[in-house]
């Protein structure tokens, strides 16, 4: 293969939940670049929408479609749409998540409400989505689905953290049911990510911040356009050989033996 297709997802249709956030624009923005037509699936349509304006002024081809990740009948009326309007789905990004409005409790106190909200989108979302467009991707003879992790996976981190061990495994059932059909299912476990999202959960001046970036070997912090190499790399030619697995993108916090 000629290096320079590696990368090329000229043809391809690509949903990124969660899509009008920094890092699903960074996604969004990046996948156009690659050649892919992109279903921007948000809970803010509006937002998704100013997205889309932004892509078009660059020539890029994208969608703005409501969702909300934690009903079956939403997910089943994005996927519809975003073939009604490409002709299939080929990727699927699941970057929505909760994470900067997380229960004030410990798991032992967490009322059991708050469980279920985090849970909910953070685990049942991903699982929704994925199941929405399992028929067209395997109509298109295969696909790519991300699941947005965080190194708080592996690590004692609360609910948000218990919410995205548990997205792991469930990564790696997918791509175990999944990888026959020629679906590969992976994920991406960011580190410290300059963001909005990431200074509203843990602000830029918290020493907690500070002792956190102590322990990082390398690159202690950087923007959502740092994701961008490892998801295209997931989505693209380059990762045919990916399956099962969560990919550290964090300076080498989390060092997994």
Same mark, same amino acid.
């Given at each position: ?53 932004? #892509? ?70 991903? #699982? ?20 947005? #992790? ?108």
């Amino acid at each position: 293969m000629d290096v320079t297709q590696l990368f090329d997802l000229t043809g391809k249709v690509a949903v990124v939940t969660g899509g009008a956030g920094d890092i699903g624009k960074a996604y969004t923005t990046a996948l156009c670049a690659a050649g892919a037509a992109v279903a921007i699936a948000d809970i803010d349509l509006g937002a998704a929408r100013r997205c889309v304006d932004m #892509l078009a002024r660059e020539g890029f081809s994208a969608i703005a479609v409501h969702l909300d990740v934690t009903s079956p009948e939403s997910a089943a009326a994005m996927a519809a749409a975003a073939v009604g309007a490409f002709g299939g789905i080929d990727i699927l990004i699941n970057n929505a998540a909760v994470m900067t409005d997380l229960p004030p409790f410990g798991l032992s106190n967490m009322p059991i409400p708050d469980w279920d909200r985090v849970l909910n989108v953070n685990l049942r979302g991903p #699982l929704v989505c994925t199941q929405a467009v399992i028929e067209s991707m395997t109509q298109r003879g295969g696909g790519r689905i991300v699941n947005g #992790l965080s190194a708080g996976a592996f690590m004692p981190g609360g609910i948000y953290g218990v919410s995205k061990y548990a997205l792991h495994g469930l990564t790696c059932n997918l791509a175990t049911e999944l990888g026959s059909r020629g679906i590969n299912v992976n994920g991406i476990a960011p580190g410290l990510v300059a963001s909005n999202s990431g200074y509203a959960s843990l602000p830029k001046d918290s020493p907690f911040r500070e002792i956190l970036g102590a322990q990082i070997p390398g690159k202690t912090s950087g923007p959502p356009a740092d994701l961008i190499g490892t998801m295209l790399l997931l989505c693209s030619p380059a990762g045919d050989w990916i399956n099962g697995q969560t990919i550290s993108v964090d300076g080498g916090w989390i060092m997994r033996l």
